[in-house]
């Protein structure tokens, strides 16, 4: 009888320590307040007006619609060397997206659609409208007229592929520029460019409810402008290089990212949506969740490419509470939890009541 209770006692202890492996009850610190974003949003007026996409936008309802803050670099609040900003509208028929560029040189030799516009100065729009940082597209364009559009159900960061065959049916471009295009021997001024993104297409990528807009419905959008160093190449204009390399190009964005990646969906603006002629009367309706959710995406980044990558090597079943802190003195609490497939991260804002799960792909539901 003794030896049975001595042999008791060690498998009750064994067991005990297999459960505290699976089970982290201290918190983890995960100091996250370095990359957080406050998504800009823009609130987008319906106009009855006929736009023509000319790269112009001087019809009257382009005339009242308020342009956007001027870009800042990607990776924080510097001011970019030429300004860029962007005014929006739309119809029952399209997205009117227009863009005006400050440029002393305005230059591009990319003439096949669908090719990497970006190794041009080019401009880009990121447009996610279910707002789950998946089934998004893209589209870019050169100061040529050049379109490179694509769809992507996930980031790349995730596995996400580039589908160059997904085209925007009934797409609308225009370029103008103010002085000359690929002309070396003077100084231009700016070039513009306009677009008319059918709505409907769009739409189709949206998880549920593939309806056109209605008055208060927000997508998640961003912009993105590349602008190259150059060099002159028997007066042809060609990116710079050092040491063997092109330079790196410059990035500037309408909401930041900070960091270099505009594939980070989770960060873009916020595009709501007005059945009014002016938006001015118009509130925006915050996202009372947003913190919560951008502190959730941040704990996803870390744990799958971060600091606490290590955590995704546990068995499945363990847990380990998290500590995360999004100022100097605020902290809020989540929980890691090790699944068959990668991991989950569970996090509750406890003002609005709302409970999230975000999983080792990025994907954020309600709990």
Request: charged share 25%; glycine share 4%; net charge negative.
């Amino acid at each position: 009888m003794k030896n049975y209770s001595i042999l008791s006692c060690l498998i009750i202890l064994a067991f005990i320590s297999c459960e505290s492996q699976k089970t982290k009850n201290d918190s983890l610190h995960f100091d996250v307040s370095n990359s957080l974003v406050e998504p800009n949003h823009y609130i987008v007026s319906k106009t009855s007006e006929a736009i023509q996409i000319d790269g112009i936008a001087n019809e009257a309802s382009w005339q009242e619609a308020q342009f956007t803050d001027s870009f800042i670099d990607i990776e924080g609040i510097k001011i970019p060397k030429f300004d860029t900003k962007v005014k929006m509208l739309w119809d029952d028929t399209y997205l009117y997206v227009y863009s005006q560029m400050e440029e002393p040189h305005v230059w591009g030799n990319l003439k096949q659609r669908d090719t990497v516009i970006f190794y041009n100065n080019d401009f880009e729009i990121f447009i996610d409208p279910s707002g789950t940082a998946t089934n998004y597209i893209e589209i870019e364009i050169n100061a040529l007229g050049t379109v490179w559009d694509l769809a992507l159900d996930k980031p790349y960061r995730v596995g996400g592929k580039a589908n160059d065959d997904w085209n925007i049916e009934g797409l609308k471009t225009a370029v103008n520029i103010k002085g000359s295009l690929n002309k070396s021997d003077d100084t231009d001024t700016q070039w513009s460019v306009e677009f008319a993104i059918p709505l409907k297409k769009i739409s189709e990528q949206k998880h549920i409810n593939k309806n056109l807009p209605v008055e208060g419905e927000q997508w998640r959008i961003n912009f993105s402008r590349v602008e190259w160093e150059h060099v002159l190449v028997d007066g042809k204009y060609q990116r710079k290089k050092g040491n063997g390399k092109f330079l790196s190009e410059y990035n500037w964005v309408w909401s930041q990212q900070k960091v270099i990646n505009m594939h980070e969906p989770e960060k873009w603006g916020v595009l709501q949506f007005t059945e009014q002629n002016n938006s001015d009367s118009i509130s925006f309706n915050a996202d009372k969740d947003m913190l919560v959710k951008q502190i959730a995406y941040a704990l996803f980044r870390d744990i799958r490419f971060g600091t606490f990558k290590a955590l995704q090597e546990k068995e499945v079943g363990f847990t380990q509470n998290i500590k995360a802190q999004y100022t100097t003195n605020q902290f809020i609490d989540a929980k890691f939890i090790k699944t068959k497939t990668g991991f989950n991260v569970e996090i509750d804002n406890t003002e609005t009541k709302n409970a999230f799960i975000i999983n080792e792909e990025g994907v954020l539901t309600s709990k």
